[in-house]
């Protein structure tokens, strides 16, 4: 099927135990997995949104997620969102296609839809992350545009791309979660089901509530 005027959206993830090595919990595969749940339920929340794609090197993400799972090599977030995008146009969608990373468990769908509604007005978009140096999301308009630089300092490497940052009050958008104290903030925001249901079985995260 060809999608041409919703959004398709690549969502890259590491592998579940090697991720979120900044948070200081026992759990982080757990914590991975349920930012990335909620994540997706927001996804499937949004009128705009189309296909969505997972790409990750973690085989098991195929046995959790009902989402197509493009298994990738591990060799960097760029590479992952280059195998999603060629993996959505083989499948006929030459339209408008974001990136959203997985560490967003705040994500509000109305946010969200905001910010892509306005992400159809520039060739190319992108939301930093709450610093400000980072990058939580990116959009072209079209598939073929969809080119990245994630990483520290991405924000700036995406405006010497062309980018442009997208300007709305969208903290759930802008939280992205990486310490404790990140997840404290994204709390106060109002994290999905899959976190919440994960802090309230998780003693130790008493300071993050």
């Known amino acids: 099927m060809t999608y041409c005027s919703e959004w398709a959206v690549i969502v890259p993830i590491r592998q579940l135990h090697a991720g979120k090595s900044r948070l200081e919990v026992t759990t982080r595969a757990d914590f991975a997995l349920a ?4 994540v997706m339920t927001a996804l499937n929340r949004c009128s705009q949104v189309g296909p969505i794609v997972v790409v990750s090197p973690d085989p098991a993400l195929e046995r959790i997620l009902d989402y197509p799972v493009v298994l990738d090599d591990a060799s960097g977030l ?5 195998a999603g995008r060629q993996f959505i146009a083989e499948r006929g969608h030459i339209g408008p296609t974001a990136v959203i990373l997985p560490d967003l468990p ?5 946010e969200l839809g905001a910010m892509l509604t306005l992400a159809r ?5 992108f939301v930093p992350d709450a ?5 939580t999301t990116a959009t072209a308009v079209r598939n073929e545009l969809l080119r990245t630089a994630f990483g520290e300092g991405s924000a700036c490497r995406h405006r010497r791309l062309g980018y442009r940052e997208i300007r709305l009050p969208m903290p759930t ?3 992205d979660v990486d310490t404790l104290d990140d997840l404290g903030q994204a709390v106060t925001l109002g994290v999905g089901a899959h976190t919440a249901s994960l802090l309230r079985k998780s003693a130790p995260l008493a300071a993050a509530k």
């Open 35 to 38: 930012f990335l749940c909620d």
């Open 78 to 82: 760029d590479e992952a969102v280059e």
């Open 106 to 110: 705040a994500i509000d769908p109305t």
């Open 121 to 125: 007005h520039v060739d190319r978009g």
């Open 131 to 135: 610093d400000g140096a980072g990058t």
């Open 173 to 175: 958008l802008r939280r």
